[in-house]
């Protein structure tokens, strides 16, 4: 009789994820039509760290946002980090990194829905009110009726901040944020 002999080799590879970041809840995303400057829509960013801004009539709008402070990795180096950098806009990406004493943040602006060429405008400009600041981020219009714009906020460590604050400064796609008044 004749035995047969199967050698089984398991290998394992190990694999390290980066991810982006960890997404923000409880960010409060405001959208106002412009020249009224009077909040039109106010949602409160979910466990996913997004909101979405449907039905907008055609127009212009401005984004303006509230975030959380942050804890832990997230929140270490906030108020002492070195870079002068407080935000930088990614056109190519419609990505936004910002960087505040609440912490370090990426917003995304995905999901534009007869959205003027698909463009945001980035912008930069802290606004006091009694509850605390909003910062402006962006304006759009809305080419027709039922615009639509879903924001998709993370927090960073400052050294992924750092890391994606340096690639996006030698990028050509990025824009100059201009503070509007």
């Known amino acids: 009789m004749k035995s047969i002999t199967f050698l089984f080799v398991f290998i394992v590879f190990t694999v390290s994820v980066t991810f982006a970041g960890e997404p923000v809840p409880g960010a409060e995303v ?96 802290v606004e006091k009110n009694r509850n605390g600041k909003q910062i402006v981020i962006a304006t759009f219009k809305v080419d027709g009726k039922i615009g639509e714009i879903t924001l998709k906020i993370e927090a960073l460590t400052s050294k992924e901040f750092s890391s994606k604050a340096k690639k996006v400064k030698h990028d050509t796609a990025k824009a100059v944020i201009r503070n509007i008044r």
Request: hydrophobic residues 30%; aromatic residues 12%.
């Open 30 to 125: 405001f959208a106002e039509q412009e020249p009224d400057e009077e909040p039109i829509a106010f949602q409160k960013t979910g466990n996913s760290g997004t909101v979405t801004f449907g039905h907008l009539d055609k127009g212009m709008y401005r984004i303006l946002i509230t975030l959380p402070q942050q804890k832990g990795k997230l929140a270490r180096g906030a108020d002492k980090f070195d870079e002068n950098t407080k935000s930088i806009y990614n056109t190519k990406k419609q990505s936004y990194l910002l960087h505040e004493k609440e912490g370090f943040f990426t917003i995304d602006f995905v999901n534009l829905k007869k959205i003027k060429d698909s463009k945001i405008n980035p912008v930069y400009k």
